[in-house]
Structures are given as C-alpha cells and as structure tokens.
C-alpha cells in the first residue's frame, strides 16, 4: 500500500501518503474496489499528500480506500500493430486486440534534442495543387487546419494520407480530442471504404469521456507517431482534431486543482502545457512529423488566447471556406486566408514565388471585378479587366481537383499532380497561353499541360 484515499472530488481524489512510499508527479496509482480498478495519475505531491486525477468516473468510491503504485506511467503500444487499429487515450484497443507480445512505452518520455533536430528537411509535396502552390508544407512543420462542418475537411485529411502514403510508403496517425463519438465512427467507417484503414492509428479522446482522457489522448497518438518516425523511419502524417480541446481539457484539470486562471479561464500553465505537445512534432535524420491541427475558434475570436498560443507554435494555415465549397470548388480552400512560412523565394524558389504573388493579385482584382459586374455589366470593364477576369477564372477552376478519397461520390480517378506541372499550367493561365480555351476545360482536372 502507497496511500489511502482521503478526499474526492468530480475528476480527482486526494491521497495520504504512506511514508515509505517513493511517489513522483505522473505516477500512476491504482485502487481496487468492489471488483472494479481504478487509475488515477499524480499532478502534485505536498508533503504526505498527492492530488491526482482520475482515468475515468470516481463514482463509486469512498474516503479510506488504500491505493498503491502501478508498475509503470502511462505507456502506450509501440509496435508496427497499431496500424488499422483505434485506441482510447490510455492505449486500449477499441476494434480487435493486439497479438502478444507487445512492446509498450511511457507516452510522456520521449523528447527530441537539439542534435537530433532536422530544421533544413526537405518540401513534402502532397500531390494537392492548391495545397503546394499557395501553402507548401515542410516535412517537420505544424499547419492550422480551419474549416467548420460540411467544407471537406474530413475529404482532405483522407486525400492528405492517401497520397503521402502513395508519395513515400508512410502512413498516418489520427487523434481526436473532445470530439463526438459519431464523427470518430464516421471517420472510421470511411477508413474502410476507402482502404485507408491499414495505413492509419487512430486514438480518440471522445466527447463524452471526462477532461483526463481529452488531455491524454494527444501524448498516447504522439508516441505512436514517433514510433513510426523513430522506429520505421517514415515521414508520418499527425492530424489532431481538435488541438483547441486539448487546452480545454487542461483548463478543466487546472479548475478542478483550485488553481487561479488567466484571463478567459484558462491555466496559467496553458503556454508550458501547448508547448509540450508541439515541441515533440519536428523532423530528425529518422524521420519527420508532419501535423495538420484543426482549431475551434471560440466564438469566432481569432484574437482568443488560446487560439493566439496554439498559432505562435504553427507554420502556416490551411483554410477551407463555405463559399468557395459553395462554388462548386474542392478542396474548398480560402487561398487569401491560407498562409505558410515556406511562401519565401529562397525555399520555393524566385519563379515559385512570384507565380504566388500575381495568382493573388489576378484573384484580389477578380473579386472587385465580380462587383463592378453586378451593377454595370461585363461589357463596361477594360480589355485588360476582361482578360484578368476570364483568366481568374480559369485558375479558380483550376485548383478544384479530383480526389482519391472522393472517387466513390464523384466517379472522377483522383490524381497526383507534381509541382512543376502546377507551375507550367498556373504559368501558362496568367501569361495567356490558354486565353482560346473555355474556363470549364480546367474544372476538375490534374495538369492541363499533361492532358
């Protein structure tokens, strides 16, 4: 016996420590009760007495049940097994068991030193037009996903891990926090359809499950990407969705200590606590750890500071917009909205570079066209006008693009298109190569030039 449970609150317990007991923060305790275990994980030791938070509910429990030392912290499947498999926030299998042995390893010990930093990896092309155009993703690198409900965010995740996986041979770890248990089993079911599953880890901290699970479920998906990375030696795809109830989770944890929040309700801790998990997604000589992060706004304030400490870890973000999904366009990507710190021409290069700066002048001018238009007419714009106008809009069409993860709804072959074909067409739209051709030839295409 390490302990007796003294105090009990909705998420946690307080412990009397036993003075021959050698407890440290994130141990884990466990009680057995009426042939129930229970777990729990220390937050703060204070003399003889440790608070520690709940695994899951405390109900049922009472003062002066004795609690002892787990063998290990929190560990989780470190093994090639947790491909086509989903798992809750503590490492537990959710569609299947595991095959014996399995190797296993604590979800907070991993930490990438300086030596082993690769900040000068190379460009991971995602074959998606819009995507390596206006927003070009370094290996390593940490990108925004935004979008609410019905834009193709889920389309886009799957079409990110298909073609990675079809580029490079590596595979794909979700993890879903604070998210409802419909979306996980949709997300699930749509794996499947779309023989994606085998490619894939899933861990998910659902909704419903109490703000110990939410906050877990980040560390448990991060060491089983870093296996891939690490062990496989793969260039892995991390999406979280969303990275905002992480900070959510910890909030609640930090409520339930009597700690004093900051503005807004959250933990003076909220900086250490985002920077633990972002600082784990880099790319070393091994490997890399690619991450696309969906983040709620809460109530569409992007000045929130939450959401102003999650973007000081990010390079870049990918935006997806009701009213360019509105137009028929997919992925429906806000190109305005949409930034990387890779748009430098000593990375992408000169041409690259300025290719991206006159596509946003040509689509900034379209926009302003479109209202003149409403109330004059087409007829009253200048022969330059026209021209930008009519080659807007072939390069608007231009970066809808058939989807592997779609083919199933839109009977189109979905297509990898590289870079340099994207340059040579963007090119050749804005210089007025393809002034003769209709705007609809470009709708829904991989490369014009290489029809």
């Not at 909220?270 to 920077?275: F, H, L, N, R, Y």
């Amino acid at each position: 016996m390490d302990g007796i449970i003294n105090e009990i609150s909705d998420l946690s317990v307080s412990i009397l420590i036993n003075r021959e007991s050698t407890l440290y923060i994130r141990d884990i305790l466990v009680a057995n009760y009426k042939n129930k275990e229970y777990l729990f994980e220390i937050v703060e030791i204070n003399n003889n007495k440790a608070k520690a938070i709940s695994f899951e509910s405390v109900i049922g429990l009472k003062r002066g049940i004795k609690v002892k030392k787990a063998d290990k912290r929190l560990s989780v499947p470190y093994t090639n097994q947790i491909l086509g498999k989903v798992f809750d926030s503590y490492g537990n299998t959710l569609n299947g068991a595991l095959q014996e042995p399995i190797n296993i390893k604590d979800v907070y010990e991993r930490n990438v030193s300086l030596s082993e930093l690769n900040i000068n990896s190379d460009i991971l092309w995602t074959g998606i037009k819009v995507i390596d155009f206006f927003a070009p993703v370094q290996k390593g690198s940490k990108l925004g996903l935004l979008g609410g409900a019905g834009v193709g965010k889920t389309v886009l995740i799957k079409e990110l891990m298909n073609n990675v996986f079809k580029k490079f041979k590596s595979n794909s770890i979700f993890i879903g926090v604070g998210e409802r248990s419909r979306e996980g089993k949709e997300l699930y079911d749509e794996m499947i359809e779309s023989n994606l599953m085998d490619k894939i880890g899933v861990v998910f901290g659902q909704m419903g499950d109490n703000a110990t699970s939410r906050s877990k479920a980040v560390f448990s998906g991060l060491t089983m990407a870093e296996y891939l990375r690490d062990e496989k030696k793969q260039d892995v795809l991390l999406f979280i969705d969303n990275i905002y109830r992480y900070v959510q989770a910890q909030s609640e944890i930090s409520a339930e200590l009597g700690k004093y929040p900051i503005e807004n309700g959250y933990p003076t801790t909220m900086s250490s606590d985002v920077s633990e998990v972002e600082e784990r997604i880099n790319s070393t000589d091994k490997g890399s750890i690619t991450s696309f992060q969906a983040i709620y706004i809460p109530a569409d304030d992007y000045t929130d500071e939450s959401v102003q400490t999650i973007s000081s870890h990010l390079d870049g973000q990918i935006v997806l917009d009701r009213s360019v999904a509105e137009k028929g366009i997919n992925p429906a990507v806000n190109v305005f909205r949409t930034t990387s710190t890779l748009v430098d021409p000593d990375v992408i290069g000169q041409r690259h570079f300025d290719l991206i700066e006159k596509a946003k002048a040509y689509l900034t001018r379209y926009k302003e066209l479109e209202e003149i238009i409403v109330v004059l007419g087409i007829e009253e714009l200048s022969e330059d006008d026209k021209l930008i106008f009519y080659r807007s809009r072939k390069l608007r069409n231009y970066f809808s693009q058939p989807m592997f993860a779609a083919e199933q709804y839109t009977q189109i072959p979905g297509q990898l298109v590289n870079i340099s074909d994207v340059l040579d067409d963007v090119e050749g739209i804005l210089n007025g190569k393809y002034d003769d051709v209709d705007e609809s030839k470009f709708l829904y295409i991989g490369s014009y030039g290489n029809k």
